[in-house]
């Protein structure tokens, strides 16, 4: 069983950069490929980013592509994202998962979910 926690979400105003940490425990990280999704209030849970293992391939939701940045380490068992020139739009709750499956953009994707960590940015 995997576990997932996330940190590095906050407050920021608008334009302004968040990294996002997802420190993963209790499977062979390097094994899964890791995403982020997002969920705004009384919105559904949509994708963000994912980065493949092995290849370390990254793809991107349209609305976040050229700004936001997804990454991994291995080593320590983390996958990151940068979250560059941030808008109001991009506040929800943001979530780590880890799935084993060759389907990346989709929840179907992915077996193991983050509590989450929030991100607001202001106007």
């Known amino acids: 069983q995997v576990q997932l926690v996330e940190s590095g979400g906050g407050l920021v105003q608008a334009g302004g950069s968040l990294k996002l940490s997802c420190v993963a425990s209790?499977?062979?990280?390097?094994?899964?490929?890791m995403g982020w999704f997002r969920q705004a209030r009384g919105k559904e849970r949509e994708f963000v980013a994912a980065?493949?293992?092995?290849?370390?391939?990254?793809y991107y939701a349209d609305s976040v592509k050229v700004r936001f940045t997804i990454s991994r380490d291995d080593a320590k068992n983390t996958v990151y994202l940068q979250m560059n020139g941030l808008k109001p739009e991009d506040t929800a709750v943001y979530y780590c998962?880890?799935?084993?499956?060759?389907?990346?953009?989709?929840?179907?994707?992915?077996?193991?979910w983050g509590q989450g960590t929030q991100v607001t940015v202001s106007e």
């Open positions: 980065i493949r293992r092995s290849s370390g391939s990254t």
């Open positions: 998962t880890a799935g084993g499956s060759s389907i990346v953009s989709s929840r179907l994707g992915y077996d193991y």
């Open positions: 209790g499977g062979t990280f390097s094994t899964y490929n």
